[in-house]
């Protein structure tokens, strides 16, 4: 029998996946009991419509890939696993948190109740999400800081989990744009590898990610 893990899902687009993304799951381990994340992500963002999305399958490489430096970059850490799982790519589309939920469940043997790490920008609009009043029973939504004034949010009968974490900078942007500027073979900025584990540095330049 799978022994059950205490679980977080962590979605998004990560068009890449930068070091702030391993912080974070670093500042929630060190402050919760979560001690495995899925990472899933979107076949199509429903709050940014993002014509430089990355095809799926580089996306996930490059998951894979900050996975394995996990380890080097926190090793006092404690054991964790890092997943990553297809289903709203495979599912294509705008997917609603909703449905992704009810499939984790199903998916993985799970301790308690799946968290949901969620930045706090989206917070004003929590209650307006499709199934809501069923997914807040099935949750623990697990808050990290994205504007510098917390936002409140008033159901007094969701479970909020606020993470007390330094406000992360948008660096998929920065990379995304930064690349746009490149030409031909054109290596990319030091201070733009920099933002990145080697590893997913080294992809971005080999493929060509995010050029015009």
């Given at each position: 029998?799978?022994?059950?893990?205490?679980?977080?899902?962590?979605?998004?687009?990560?068009?890449?996946?930068?070091?702030?993304?391993?912080h974070l799951i670093h500042t929630v381990v060190t402050s919760t009991r979560y001690r495995r994340f899925i990472f899933?992500?979107?076949?199509?963002?429903?709050?940014?419509?993002?014509?430089?999305?990355?095809?799926?399958?580089?996306?996930?490489?490059?998951?894979?890939?900050?996975?394995?430096?996990?380890?080097?970059?926190?090793?006092?850490?404690?054991?964790?696993?890092?997943?990553?799982?297809?289903?709203?790519?495979?599912?294509?589309?705008?997917?609603?948190?909703?449905?992704?939920?009810?499939?984790?469940?199903?998916?993985?043997?799970?301790?308690?109740?799946?968290?949901l790490v969620m930045g706090d920008d989206l917070l004003p609009t929590l209650d307006k999400w499709h199934e809501y009043?069923?997914?807040?029973?099935?949750?623990?939504?697990?808050?990290?800081?994205?504007?510098?004034?917390?936002?409140?949010?008033?159901?007094?009968?969701?479970?909020?989990?606020?993470?007390?974490?330094?406000?992360?900078?948008?660096?998929?942007?920065?990379?995304?744009?930064?690349?746009?500027?490149?030409?031909?073979?054109?290596?990319?900025?030091?201070?733009?590898?920099?933002?990145?584990?080697?590893?997913?540095?080294?992809?971005?330049?080999?493929n060509r990610l995010y050029r015009s």
């Amino acid at each position: 029998m799978v022994k059950p893990v205490a679980t977080a899902m962590v979605g998004g687009s990560f068009n890449p996946v930068h070091l702030g993304h391993l912080h974070l799951i670093h500042t929630v381990v060190t402050s919760t009991r979560y001690r495995r994340f899925i990472f899933v992500p979107v076949a199509q963002n429903n709050f940014k419509r993002d014509a430089s999305l990355a095809d799926a399958h580089h996306r996930l490489a490059m998951l894979h890939l900050s996975f394995a430096s996990y380890r080097d970059l926190y090793p006092d850490d404690p054991p964790l696993e890092l997943i990553s799982d297809a289903c709203e790519i495979e599912r294509g589309g705008v997917s609603y948190t909703y449905d992704t939920v009810k499939h984790l469940y199903l998916q993985y043997s799970i301790r308690g109740r799946l968290g949901l790490v969620m930045g706090d920008d989206l917070l004003p609009t929590l209650d307006k999400w499709h199934e809501y009043d069923e997914l807040k029973e099935l949750v623990s939504f697990v808050v990290i800081r994205r504007d510098k004034e917390a936002i409140p949010f008033y159901d007094h009968a969701v479970d909020l989990e606020y993470i007390d974490n330094v406000p992360v900078e948008d660096s998929s942007t920065t990379i995304r744009q930064a690349c746009a500027l490149l030409k031909g073979e054109e290596e990319l900025p030091t201070d733009i590898r920099s933002l990145m584990q080697t590893e997913v540095a080294a992809y971005v330049q080999q493929n060509r990610l995010y050029r015009s």
